[in-house]
């Protein structure tokens, strides 16, 4: 039986972007990580690249199981690790809870020593390659008790979470599930509808894609296997959200339609659309988990030559204004870039009449 104080020995089971992930985290903290995987080159790939050992634990001293593994094998997994390691506490990372412990309520294993959990991080990447120890420095982690837990297990899964450096949260499965709906597998479906719609735009239209384009499509391309196993699992709450977009859609058709003439009664206007817009993104809370701050973007056109970029960084250093945000566009017909800088609203000005006497555009 495990004894001993510190970290306790930890078991990953899946070792893809998100087990690797955790595997690199908890081993930068001093933890002693092992790594299985039902395709065993993906743990030593994982190991290789330091986020633990492939070699077999002694199942007597697993203090934790993390099940980082598809949605659809996370029940199996978990019922099994709960037997094989009898001291340990077992959680899973998959991005829906309800049916997995729907699952476990039905087998006869210790579910004292189950704690769902669900990081907010990821990537529209998959496997142990592209794992990142910093994923979850500061992001929302989900943690999911239920009434049969035990306190020293869900303590044992925010030690966890706070090996990662992630910010916790605590709910019950079913408000879990419906506000990832809302903020995390919506989202995915209508990016993956924006870039869908692009199979069928010409080739000679999608040169002038810009960053905007970029933005909306990024997390469309992840996975269909993992998220069409996600979407499943979340049936019901996400066919909740996907109903009240088409009404927002048939809305906002009205508000165009009626834009050219200015006749569309107040609440259905094109500006009132765009405002809601506006409002949304400002909901989300910013950076380290605090309230969203408005800020202001400095816009700076950088020259495609060596060392513009260090200059125009040393420029802003001098400046002496934190920057919260960068984000670059290129102009593939020029040879130039822009730099949208997001600083603090008090300081925009300001910054941009230092780049101007520096010899930079502003736009
Ligand atoms: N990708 C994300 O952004 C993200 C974020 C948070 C949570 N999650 C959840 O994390 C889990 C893993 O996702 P991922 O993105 O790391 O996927 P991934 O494909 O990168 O990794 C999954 C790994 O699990 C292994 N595996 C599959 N079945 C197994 C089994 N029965 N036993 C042992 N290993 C098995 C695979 O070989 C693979 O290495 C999913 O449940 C997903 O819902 C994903
Ligand atoms: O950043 C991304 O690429 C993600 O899609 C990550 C994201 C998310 O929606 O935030 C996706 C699914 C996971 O369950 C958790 C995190």
Known sequence: MRTEAGPPVTVVVGAGLVGASIGHALTGAGWRVHL???????????????????EPAEPSEVGLVVVAVPPRTIADVVGESLQTYPYATVTDVGSVKAGV???????????????????????HHSGPVTADGDLFVDRTWVVTPHRKSAEASTARVVELVRACRARLVTLDVDDHDAAVA??????????????????????????????GLRDVTRIAGGDPGLWQQIVRANATAVL???????????????????????????????????ERGVDGTRRIPGKHGSAAVPYEQVV??????????????GDVEAAGVNVEDIAIEHDASRQVGYLTLSVQPERAEGLAVVMRDGGWTVV
């Open 36 to 54: 299985v995987d039902a395709v065993p080159s993906h743990a030593m790939v994982a190991a290789g690249l330091g986020a633990g050992t492939a």
């Open 101 to 123: 412990l729907d699952a476990l309520w039905e087998r006869p294993v210790d579910l004292t020593r189950y704690v769902g959990s669900h990081p907010m991080a990821g990537s």
């Open 182 to 211: 809302r903020v995390s597998h919506l989202p995915h479906l209508v990016s993956v509808l924006m870039a869908g719609h692009l199979t069928d735009v010409p080739e000679e239209d999608l040169v002038l894609a810009g960053q």
């Open 240 to 274: 909740r959200e996907l109903r009240q977009v088409a009404v927002s859609l048939d809305r906002l058709i009205t508000a165009v339609e009626t834009a050219p003439t200015d006749e569309a009664p107040a609440d259905l206007s094109l500006s009132r659309e765009l």
């Open 300 to 313: 700076v056109a950088i020259p495609d030559e060596p060392g513009a970029l260090a200059r125009l960084f």
